[in-house]
């Protein structure tokens, strides 16, 4: 129902940007948030930043002042912007959206990108 692709993962330096984006087709529509994760080897994955559809966000304690989650609404497209990067971001960073429904909710997921924080 609803197909996720990322992109703009990649090596850099630490203190340096990276954007990530993430592109949303299917049922669109009933797409209720859309959200970032990451995990990092031998760790569970992670919430990093969410945005539902009014516009609200809400991030992990980790990245709050330094990441920003965007939607692009037109587009259909979701965003990550990441300053300030750390080592420890280093993770395959996963796309996701959440579909709230009348019955169980229905959650989306990209394929991941690898972002990689060299120090």
């Known amino acids: 129902q609803v197909q996720l692709v990322e992109s703009g993962g990649g090596l850099v330096q630490a203190g340096g940007s990276l954007r990530l984006s993430c592109a949303a087709s299917?049922?669109?529509?009933?797409?209720?948030?859309m959200g970032w994760y990451r995990q990092a080897p031998g760790k569970q994955r992670e919430l990093v930043a969410a945005?539902?559809?009014?516009?609200?966000?809400n991030y992990a304690d980790s990245v709050k002042g330094r990441f920003t989650i965007s939607r692009d609404n037109a587009k259909n497209t979701v965003s990550l912007q990441m300053n300030s990067l750390r080592p420890e971001d280093t993770a395959v960073y996963y796309c996701?959206?959440?579909?709230?429904?009348?019955?169980?909710?229905?959650?989306?997921w990209g394929q991941g990108t690898q972002v990689t924080v060299s120090s």
């Open positions: 299917g049922s669109v529509f009933s797409i209720n948030a």
């Open positions: 945005i539902t559809s009014g516009g609200s966000t």
């Open positions: 996701n959206a959440l579909l709230v429904r009348l019955g169980p909710n229905k959650n989306y």
